[in-house]
């Protein structure tokens, strides 16, 4: 979130869209109920279905499942076109008036620069036109036509209301509702908040879908604002922490990356993440990538990483492309990953394509599973009849459970989707034989450690070194981890204004990330998670909930990163001398001398308004970007692309180019995708309130409460197939099948879409062959095997599939 | 005497005054349907706190489930899809017993002592002097009591008489995550549910009101609904729930009479169930009851 849930309760109009706030986060959406009850905000669901969320909203908007590209760039199109726009903000805080190289195109679907044969762009051609100062050009009148303002004009000019119900199903009186609404918001003391969740992330096009609502909310002032900003709910307790500590093929703790195999220069690699301000006077957090790395790897190879050997640059693995979890099965399917350790993840129940995955799963040596419940990934090689039907005669996997803690049974932080970090005491001890993950993992490394001493290795060298230090070895104290996240001083660090004074000692927890050298004389091991754990204690655990502003920004609970900052680019809530742009949602300001305020300003503590540095800090630019350059794989714009499996058969925009141009696809899924003439229905997959992914199974309550698999349709479509609710229901794609009880309701309306009419087929995800509700298919038995462009995460929400009585 | 601020005013089949002396305050729990997602954590509550446990069934075509309110499930969540004239509306309505200023399950009881009702206006059932015979069932204008299979008594919602007797708030108020479920006095509930039916005139549903029936001298459970004016839709909340005319009858005018008969039956039974097991009141009340309804 770049805001937190307590911030929903300020805003005025409150969108849940790419999510269902209500049905899988009921305890955040409270604030949801605040803001109506104490700001009387309307709130607004968009969705294929009339959701739990929806239950309680002001206006309830259908749309087809995979277009919300087509609906916001819809929303963007009315702003513009009706002069709907935060302007003062735009001008100075978006690169709206920044110029655009010549030679960038988007025609009939593609954007400049694209090759077919390898599904990918050469970007160089989404840049700014450098001025004869080195700088990017601007034009503050906004008339250049190859200003980002006009481009954005010229490019979302085709979505018109009529485009976007032809596209989404959304009747046109409602969608003109919504954009109307959303409008109220451009003035300064309005605000709307953007609710999502993996509705929008699991998508072939999903990265560019939570885009657009990013530029709707620059266009309308809205982000840095209390009440405003693009929240990602996380659907895990801790999924925030996972992300922020790099738990990425290609990431390292706190989003820094790893190197390509090409990036074997030190220099180089370091170069290319320390970006050059692209003006004048800007900030450019990244600028300080080195401090983060060095003292990441500091923390990691203690005396062995130094400035000679570059800090053990080296040692790093280099990437030939990103092994996300599609990648690494298909690898395995083919044979080429042949161990797999499985921590605290039940892939057979949440990746795409049972039947490729059980394949692949076959074809292991060894796979390692460490988890507190007895998984389908753990037994998919026991027959459970129709519900797994493997001969376990012909899988030679050997597989080794661990069994693990869950969180009650530990200390520990969870990283919440606000950014805080809070910390949580052990409720009670494990059951039998359960280690901590921190322990079986420790073990694990000893074990290997010891034999490269003994017997060597091809590359002993980083096993060998790694920092080993916790006062029982085999059991490392999640406090002694969090406190090698916050980082410490490895020597005497000079004050920068008064050198001969030491703001640390030797040994001290660092106060923040401020305090990082590159020249290793700090460590942390996770840049963001720095402050977490200072010399005055487990920032975690406090929970002083004092809110002096009346904003919900409570500093002294818990600790949020970064900094402690509770609202991300708090400084555009300011304009730009300084003053907030609504006194009723003051954050911070300038007090003549300094930033200051109820949060932590997310700016330069003493940069005087007047010299001009822009609010985005960690932006080379200093703006909100409405054009995303280079750093988004499918364009800088986002465009409306169907799902791979589509149920118009066609892209009612360009026709030629239907689906994400650059969106990894694997050949052997390919054949693997189903046409809508065999499989005529959208299909979405979802989480319901009473169950939490494939856990809660295993619970009594959770279980009676819903017990048994089913499936959602519409009674138009129950009709067609003459299905009656409780009716046994049989759903296939061109993936398999499964089989589940009909619940027909008046909740999923068939929609008309480019002539047709569209039926949604909505598939709960929670059962398995596993657990003590009853047994039902995986749900992941249907889904397609193709990720997001960028991040790889799987198309569960849009496929095709068909429905009859089983 | 009963737990601090339960004091009991009112007991089943018993002429015996009741003590007057300390006046505790009224409670009530309100239930904003407007508010309530239908996340079932109330259901779940529910049962941690008092351990009951239904099996675990199969699913019918709908969310519900379990199914129906049972001796294990003294609360159920009730999913309606209704067309209005803003169009779909799904209407959840948490459903339970409603805890009526006039029980009709504690005027039918011939039991003495089985149902009470505190001085806070919580009635509840003293499943130890429950005989099984059911006339609650029949009584209350709700149908909340559910017959238990296993031991033959009869259960329902206790309003965490439990826990509020020591000054916490029911399981399931303290559980909803939305606010939906807010509990307090009398005064204090009338006071916020007021505050909600504006919020919701103001958000276009004209006909938002509270459901407080008269017609069983208010409720110590209350909704706020959106269409006050048509419980119905509520998944068949009564639109003028009243006690039926027997069972006033049987208090008003039969009662004192029959419990003498009933004392002697009761014994009856007493000796019947050491030797049998639970059963009933004596066959000529039970005869009446029949003939009346
Ligand atoms: S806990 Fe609250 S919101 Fe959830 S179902 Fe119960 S009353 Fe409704």
Redesign the pocket.
């Known amino acids: 979130m770049t805001n937190h849930w307590v911030d929903i309760k300020n805003a005025n109009v409150i969108i849940v869209m790419g999510g269902n706030a209500a049905e899988a986060h ?1 305890c955040g959406f409270k604030w949801v109920t605040e803001a109506k009850a104490h700001n009387h905000a309307t709130f607004v669901v968009v969705d294929p279905r009339f959701t739990r969320s929806a239950a309680v909203a002001d206006l309830y908007v259908p749309l087809r499942t995979g277009t919300d590209i087509a609906f916001l760039g819809g929303v963007i199109n009315y702003l513009l076109s009706r002069d709907k726009l935060q302007h003062e903000y735009v001008k100075a805080y978006t690169n709206a008036p920044f110029i655009v190289k010549e030679g960038y195109e988007f025609n009939d679907g593609l954007f400049s620069g694209y090759d077919e044969a390898a599904r990918t762009y050469d970007k160089s051609t989404w840049a700014y036109e450098a001025g004869p100062d080195g700088y990017a050009r601007l034009d503050v009148t906004m008339q250049h036509p190859r200003c980002v303002l006009q481009l954005l004009k010229k490019h979302y000019s085709r979505y018109t209301p009529e485009a976007v119900s032809n596209i989404c199903g959304t009747p046109g009186d409602t969608f003109l509702k919504v954009c109307e609404l959303i409008a109220t918001t451009s003035v300064p003391d309005r605000t709307l908040t953007f609710l999502y969740a993996v509705g929008w992330t699991q998508h072939s096009v999903g990265s560019q879908m939570i885009r657009t609502a990013a530029m709707v909310q620059l266009l309308l002032g809205n982000v840095g604002m209390a009440g405003g900003g693009v929240n990602a709910l996380r659907g895990h307790s801790n999924i925030q922490g996972l992300t922020d500590l790099g738990l990425m093929s290609n990431l390292l703790p706190g989003y820094l990356t790893l190197p390509g195999e090409k990036e074997t220069d030190y220099r180089k690699y370091i170069g290319a993440r320390a970006f050059k301000p692209l003006r004048p006077g800007q900030m450019d957090y990244w600028q300080n990538y080195e401090k983060f790395h060095v003292s990441l790897m500091k923390s990691w190879f203690g005396n062995a990483a130094t400035k000679d050997n570059n800090w053990c640059f080296d040692w790093l693995p280099k990437l030939d492309k990103i092994y996300d979890v599609l990648q690494a099965f298909e690898l395995m399917h083919q044979g080429k990953l042949n161990g797999y350790f499985c921590q605290g993840f039940n892939p057979l129940a949440s990746i795409p394509n049972k039947a490729k995955l059980t394949a692949a799963l076959s074809r292991l040596k060894y796979l390692v599973v460490i988890d507190p419940l007895d998984t389908e990934t753990s037994c998919f090689w026991e027959n459970h009849g129709k519900y797994n039907d493997v001969d376990p005669a012909r899988i030679q996997t050997e597989v080794i459970r661990m069994p693990s803690t869950c969180f009650a049974e530990e200390n520990g932080s969870l990283t919440n989707s606000g950014r805080w970090l809070q910390w949580h005491y052990r409720g009670a001890p494990p059951p039998g034989d359960a280690k901590p993950d921190a322990e079986i993992i420790a073990g694990i490394f000893l074990k290997l450690r010891d034999m490269y001493r003994k017997e060597g290795g091809a590359f002993p060298d980083p096993i060998l070194s790694l920092t080993w230090d916790y006062d029982i070895p085999h059991s490392p104290a999640p406090e002694e981890l969090a406190k090698e996240y916050n980082g410490k001083a490895l020597a005497d660090l000079a004050d920068p204004k008064d050198p001969a004074k030491a703001v640390l000692r030797k040994g001290q927890q660092l106060d923040g990330f401020i305090q990082l050298r590159a020249d290793g004389s700090t460590s942390c091991g996770c840049w963001i998670f720095s402050g977490a754990w200072t010399e005055k204690g487990n920032m975690m655990a406090r929970r002083d909930n004092s809110d002096p502003s009346g904003l919900g920004n409570t500093l002294g609970w818990a600790f949020a990163w970064p900094a402690n900052r509770r609202i991300l680019y708090n400084r555009a809530s300011c304009d730009p001398s300084g003053k907030p742009w609504d006194p009723n949602r003051r954050l911070v300001y300038w007090d003549g001398s300094k930033w200051t305020g109820f949060d932590v300003p997310d700016f330069k503590p003493d940069s005087a308004p007047s010299e001009g540095m822009g609010p985005f800090i960690m932006q080379p630019e200093g703006v909100g970007r409405l054009f995303a350059l280079d750093k988004m794989a499918e364009g800088p714009f986002p465009e409306h692309y169907e799902p791979f499996e589509t149920p118009i058969g066609t892209n009612p925009l360009h026709p030629k180019v239907i689906n994400n141009p650059a969106a990894r696809v694997f050949r052997d899924d390919m054949k693997d995708f189903g046409k809508s003439r065999d499989f005529p229905y959208a299909a979405t997959s979802y989480r319901v309130t009473e169950h939490f992914h494939f856990w809660t199974k295993h619970t009594r309550i959770s279980s009676i409460l819903q017990p048994e698999q089913y499936v959602e349709i519409g009674e138009d479509l129950a009709k067609e197939k003459g299905i009656k609710a409780g009716d046994r229901v049989k759903v296939r794609s061109k993936r398999g099948f499964i089989e589940a009880v009909a619940v027909v309701t008046k909740r999923i309306r068939p929609l008309q879409v480019n002539g047709e009419t569209v039926h949604h087929v909505g598939i709960p995800i929670h059962w398995g062959f596993k657990g003590i509700a009853r047994n039902g298919y995986l749900a992941n038995t249907l889904t397609p095997f193709v990720g997001d462009a960028n991040t790889q995460t799987p198309e569960f929400k849009s496929f095709l599939v068909n429905i009859e009585k089983a | 005497m009963a737990l601090q601020s339960l004091d009991i005013t009112r007991r089943s089949a018993t002429t015996t005054p009741s003590p007057s002396q300390r006046k505790t305050q009224e409670v009530v729990k309100l ?1 904003d349907v407007s ?9 779940a509550a529910c049962m941690e706190w008092n351990d009951t446990r239904d099996k675990i069934g199969t699913n019918h075509g709908v969310l519900d489930n379990p199914m129906d309110l049972t001796a294990n499930s003294w609360t159920v ?1 009730r999913y309606s899809e209704v067309e209005t004239g803003r169009g779909l509306e799904w209407l ?1 309505r ?1 459903d339970g017993c409603m805890h009526c200023a006039d029980p009709g399950c504690l005027k039918a009881c011939p039991a003495p002592g089985a149902i009470v009702q505190y001085s806070n206006g919580i009635v509840d059932f003293q499943e130890e002097n429950c005989i099984g015979c059911g006339y609650c069932i029949t009584g209350c204008p709700f149908n909340i009591p559910r017959l238990s299979g296993k031991d033959g008594k009869v259960y329902k919602c206790t309003l965490c008489s439990d826990r509020v007797a020591v000054g916490l708030e029911p399981a ?1 108020a303290k ?4 606010g ?2 807010v509990f307090g006095t009398k005064d204090d509930m009338i006071h916020h549910a007021e505050g909600r039916v504006a919020d919701l005139k103001s958000r276009g549903f004209a006909e938002a009101g509270i459901y407080d029936p008269l017609g069983v001298g208010g409720t110590h459970v209350m909704y706020v609904l959106q269409h006050a004016d048509k419980p119905g839709i509520y998944h068949g909340l009564p639109k003028d729930p009243s006690v039926s005319a027997m069972v006033t009858l049987w208090k008003g005018a039969v009662k004192p009479i029959a419990s003498f008969a009933l004392a002697a039956g009761v014994f009856g039974a007493f000796f019947h169930y050491v030797t049998k097991g639970p059963n009933e009141v004596s066959e000529e009340i039970e005869k009446e009851f029949k003939d009346e309804k």
């Open positions: 009921p | 239930i508010k309530c997602i239908g996340c079932k954590a109330c259901q969540m959840i948490k399931c559980t909803c995550p939305t939906a479920i």
